[in-house]
């Protein structure tokens, strides 16, 4: 419907220019005179410009859209030089140049002030510079360039969108941090070991002695038949800091800074040589097993520069319907900025099962925790799950402050 208003809006003022030039000629011819002639003669330039106008197509016009690369951190300058070609070289009074952009960039100040009057004249090639300052997370889209022209008199105008679609991909911002293995609390405020034990059995490397707590299946028969006393195999022991981040992706005015330090934190568990899983729950299910590797890396990042806060279900329920965690040997890292009691109880099955969680609140700059969130801390430390409050622009402390209990 609107193009065939857009069709008949031209038509419209086409009729009306050939009207005006007809009545200031008919002026001049019935009226006579000095003034009716200037008249005529001085509107006659205008409207052959208008004329010449409506029958010239920018739709020819092509357009390039070159910048340096297609991926950014959250917060980098983007930068585009807009250049249009045209084979014709119809002498344009003006032209205003805009990109035109997906929904992810919409309303961006940038780009309303990126708007440009463009004075192309008899040239082939023009074009026009822009640059958004603060990029925001996501994959973006740039759909094409809205150009629009028109006559001095504003009777004749001319808008088309060039085709040039490009997109460019920002990762979530990123603060340099040091992991650090999160300890295992009980009850009684025993601490186990930072790192939890495996013992690789496909390869037994002695014997030793029986220990209560051995399995039947370790005993070494010929060495207990040997020395007349029960003997077990020993096995190669490595210590593991498997890590596996559970995300919250309910709608939440903080998202941004919850994306931001879990793409934090991954970079920094990888830096230390340990592997890490992510497991999201937004318009979608996405669970990456714990892995190591910058192809791994590459992979978690590319997931949190796309991902919304789209989840429909509260984040103690996803953490409830995640219940194979619980067979797995690897700690456990919840991000979150809403506290619940409900949360707290999931988080406690987890931690009764050698399955050390830790719980990352998530704050704005200065922001306190409340008396709610107090006391749920309080109630999370004596289930021995730790509870760190986070605070945007202050992620280094995190396990800094999971350390010092």
Same mark, same amino acid.
């Given at each position: ?13 086409l009729m009306l220019?050939l /009207?005006?030039? /007809?009545?200031t ?11 009716s ?6 509107f /006659? @330039?205008?409207?052959?410009?208008a ?7 920018i739709k020819?016009?092509?357009a ?19 250049v249009?070609?045209? +084979?014709?070289?119809? @002498? ?7 990109? $035109?952009v997906? #929904? ?18 008899? +040239? ?13 997370r996501g994959?973006?889209?740039l ?5 629009k022209?028109? %006559? ?8 088309k969108?060039? @085709?040039?679609?490009n ?7 990123y ?6 293995p ?7 405020g025993?601490t186990?070991?930072? $790192?939890r034990?495996?013992? %690789? ?12 707590? =051995? ?20 096995f ?7 890590v596996?981040i ?7 005015p903080r ?10 934190v991954?970079?920094s ?6 592997q ?12 990456f @097993?714990?892995r190591?590797? =910058?192809?791994?890396?590459?992979q978690l990042l ?14 103690d329920r996803?953490?409830?319907?995640e219940?194979? /965690?619980a067979?797995? +040997?690897?700690s456990i890292m919840?991000v979150?900025?809403?506290?619940t009691k409900?949360l707290?109880e999931?988080a406690?099955?987890?931690n009764q099962? +050698?399955a050390?969680?830790s719980?990352f609140?998530i704050?704005n700059?200065? $922001?306190s ?9 309080a109630?999370a ?10 605070h #945007? ?7 800094? $402050?999971v350390?010092?209990?």
């Amino acid at each position: 419907m609107k193009k065939y208003f857009q069709k008949f809006k031209e038509i419209w003022k086409l009729m009306l220019l050939l /009207l005006l030039i /007809l009545i200031t000629f008919s002026y001049a011819m019935f009226q006579g005179g000095f003034v009716s002639w200037f008249l005529f003669y001085s509107f /006659l @330039p205008f409207a052959l410009y208008a004329l010449g106008l409506a029958f010239y197509s920018i739709k020819d016009i092509k357009a390039e859209r070159v910048y340096t690369k297609q991926e950014y951190n959250a917060g980098e300058k983007f930068k585009a030089s807009i250049v249009l070609e045209r +084979n014709v070289a119809f @002498p344009l009074f003006y032209a205003i140049g805009e990109e $035109e952009v997906g #929904d992810t960039l919409s309303g961006n100040r940038d780009l309303q002030k990126a708007k440009t009057m463009l004075f192309p004249g008899f +040239n082939r090639v023009f074009g026009f510079d822009y640059s958004i300052e603060n990029l925001p997370r996501g994959e973006h889209t740039l759909m094409g360039i809205k150009l629009k022209t028109g %006559d001095p008199l504003g009777l004749i105008e001319k808008e088309k969108i060039l @085709p040039v679609e490009n997109k460019i991909l920002v990762y979530p911002a990123y603060q340099d941090m040091v992991y650090r293995p999160v300890a295992h609390h009980f009850d009684q405020g025993m601490t186990a070991s930072k $790192e939890r034990v495996q013992r %690789d059995t496909s390869m037994a490397i002695g014997v030793r002695e029986y220990q209560p707590g =051995d399995r039947f299946s370790w005993i070494n028969w010929k060495a207990t038949a040997r020395r007349n006393d029960i003997m077990t195999k020993e096995f190669e022991q490595r210590q593991s800091h498997d890590v596996v981040i559970l995300m919250d992706c309910a709608p939440e005015p903080r998202f941004e800074v919850i994306v931001s330090f879990t793409a934090s934190v991954i970079r920094s568990i990888l830096r230390k040589g340990a592997q890490v899983g992510l497991l999201t729950l937004s318009a979608e299910r996405k669970a990456f @097993p714990a892995r190591g590797g =910058d192809a791994h890396q590459q992979q978690l990042l590319h997931h949190l520069a796309k991902i919304q806060d789209g989840s429909p279900v509260s984040f103690d329920r996803v953490l409830e319907a995640e219940s194979f /965690l619980a067979q797995q +040997n690897n700690s456990i890292m919840l991000v979150t900025a809403q506290l619940t009691k409900e949360l707290i109880e999931k988080a406690a099955f987890y931690n009764q099962r +050698n399955a050390s969680v830790s719980i990352f609140l998530i704050k704005n700059g200065q $922001e306190s925790p409340t008396k709610t969130e107090k006391n749920l801390r309080a109630s999370a430390n004596a289930r021995g799950i730790r509870l760190v409050m986070v605070h #945007d622009g202050q992620f280094a402390e995190a396990f800094s $402050e999971v350390n010092r209990g």
